[in-house]
């Protein structure tokens, strides 16, 4: 399984399964070059929550030992 997968992507919002051993940094930095955003803002995690009130990152509901879940927005 890749480190960063992108399961879901907006215009706006872009959600995140990646490895919970890496830091917000290193998975900003492969959001950015797997998607890039084509405008000049580039996607950074976003400072709110998930809309159903977990926290970002929250634990990936499939392999929650191993990987989280974020929310980005550019």
């Not at 492969?30 to 890039?36: D, K, M």
């Not at 709110?48 to 989280?68: D, I, K, L």
Request: aromatic share 10%; proline share 4%.
């Amino acid at each position: 399984m890749k480190d960063v997968i992108i399961y879901s992507n907006g215009i706006c919002n872009c959600y995140v399964c990646a490895k919970a051993t890496l830091s917000v940094k290193e998975v900003t930095k492969a959001v950015n070059a797997i998607n890039p955003t084509g405008i000049q803002s580039k996607w950074k995690k976003a400072k709110e929550n998930f809309s159903s009130g977990e926290t970002n990152p929250c634990v990936c509901n499939v392999f929650p030992e191993t990987r989280n879940h974020y929310l980005f927005k550019c």
